[in-house]
Each structure stands twice: as C-alpha cells, then as structure tokens.
C-alpha cells in the first residue's frame, strides 16, 4: 500500500489507516472479539499499518482489545492512541495535566502490551491548562523513550503553533469529510506551514455518507443519536449529499464509501484518513479506495457538498471541547 508522511520528524505510515473505536464503543452493539480481531488482521494483510485507538473509547476495552489483536503482529504497526479525559462514573471533563500525561501512558502500554507508543496524541485541548505544559509531558515522554512522536486533535492555529514551538507535532487528527471541512480556512494552513501531518478522523461522516445508515433504527446506545446531523429531519435533508455521492461512484465504477475516500486522499499527500470499521468486508473495501481516481469535474461536484450539509457535527456540550 501507498505510504505517507506525518510531520517531518520520520513517521511514515499507510496511506489509509484504521479507526478502532466502534469495535468496542459509540455506534451500538460491538462485534464479537473474534469479528474485530479478524478485521485488524485483515487490514495489516492488505499492508493498513496505522492502528488508532484511545483510552476514553470504553473506556479502556479498545486498547486492550488491539492489544490482543496485535500479539505476535507489533512489528510494522504503527499504534496511535489518546489521552485528555478524566474519568468518575463516565467521562467527566478534560485533563491536559502533565500528570495525566505521563499516568495515561504508563496505562495505554500495559492495555496495548507494547513498550513505545508510536503516536501520541491529546485527545481534546485542557482549556485550564497551557498547552505548554501539556506539550513538555508529552516531549518527556519522547525524551524517556515511551513515546515516538507526539500529536494533538481539534486544536485551532495558535495552540497548534505554540505547541510546535516546545516540541515538533508530528499529526493532528481532527473531523474531515465531505460533509465536513471546518478546518480548512485557518487550520490546515497553519498545519502545513509548521509541516504537521493531518489525519482526518470520522472520513465517512460516521457512515452517513456510504448511504448504509438509516437513522431510524440506530440503537439506544448508538452516540450518533447525540449528534445533530443524524436527527430525522437533518438526515433527510443530508440524504441529498449521498445522493450525489452515489452518482459520482456509479460513474467510476466505485462504492459511496470509496468515493468520499478518495476524496479526502486527494486533498493531499500529507493527509491519511483513518475510516473506522469493525467488519473485514469493509476495510477491504476502505483499502481499495486508494484505486480510485476522480476528474475535475467529479472532484468539483463533490467540492460543494459540504455547503449544503444539515446540522451541526456534534452536540453543543461536545462542540465546546473543539478548537477552530
């Protein structure tokens, strides 16, 4: 598979990695183990090396379970995962402490059975704490050898240039699709001025945009029910962009899902999309979107999706942890 770059410090990984997250949590009933650890393996055959997962996705049963999939399998891997939350009976606001960034590493490498972190990210901004400081853990942690290279997620420009200047951040991970694309006017210039990778998290717009979703049926538990663009009256209004998504695909001769891929591939080579899925037939279908080669006047059609897109992303208490 196609490599990329992250950052200028020497991280490389696969052009398209894999989002772990909904194999344990968020979208309703997890898979059984053998299902998810069947598609991690499935995605390091077809040569997905970047896994992503998080501490606050359970929380901890997501580590623990690539943990499991990875043993006898680490070499090659590129293991990203986060930090940022702090937890009493469920999540419970933010923790940017440098504490907290050391605790949450020693923790993360027991769940994951690995002795360095590839990527190690802040996983939401601590509003009360200089990302100076949050950043200097993060570099001690480099600096000791526990972690590679360091990122943050849903940061805006000044945190991400103030965090660059104690320590080089090599990925910022923030939501990017076609129905999404608030980081393009202030964040993205800044990330390639300070030559920061970007990883694009939630590329399929949470699976609306394979056209797969009916939001009618989603489960109690599902937290897309939260999320204002999967409201009944949003949905129907957001069913125009697949829509259009479904033509472009039938035109190429590809899916919806691999379309909005290829999208979001095409806005650079410093971008790897990390599209979560916790069925094999999927990240097939995920890898092969690196196939697909859309003209000018596909791209162009696609271009103005995001402009007609119903609902916020997320609720107003979740959009408050994000930065622009």
Known sequence: MEQRKLGTQGLTVSAVGLGCMGMTWAYGHAPDEGQ?????????????????TAEVYGPYTNEQLV???????????????????????????VDGSPENVKRV???????????????????????????EETVGAMKEL?????????????????????????????????????????????????????????????????????????VTSLSQNDFRKTNPRFSEENARANDALVAVVREVAERCGATPAQVALAWVLSRGDDVVPIPGTK????????????DVRLGPEQLAQLDQLASKTAGERYAPEMMRLVER
């Open 279 to 290: 069925r094999v037939r999927y990240v097939e279908e995920n890898a092969h979107a690196l």
């Open 36 to 52: 998810a650890v069947a598609t991690i393996h499935r995605a390091l055959e077809l040569g997905i090396n970047f896994l992503d």
């Open 105 to 131: 590493a020693n923790q993360s490498l027991m769940r994951l059975g690995i002795d360095v972190i590839d990527l190690y990210y802040q996983h939401r901004r601590d509003p009360d704490v200089p990302i």
């Open 142 to 214: 480099v600096e000791t050898g526990k972690v590679r290279y360091i990122g943050l997620s849903e940061v805006g420009p000044e945190t991400l240039r103030r965090a660059n200047a104690v320590h080089p951040i090599s990925a910022l991970q923030s939501e990017y699709s076609l129905w999404e694309r608030g980081v393009e006017n202030e964040v993205l210039p800044v990330v390639r001025d300070l030559g920061i990778g970007f990883v694009p998290y939630s590329p399929l717009g949470r699976g609306f945009l394979t056209g797969t979703v009916d």
């Open 67 to 93: 943990g499991r999939a990875l043993r006898g399998r680490r070499d090659g891997v590129v293991v990203a995962t986060k930090f940022g939350f702090k937890f009493a009976n469920g999540v419970r606001g």
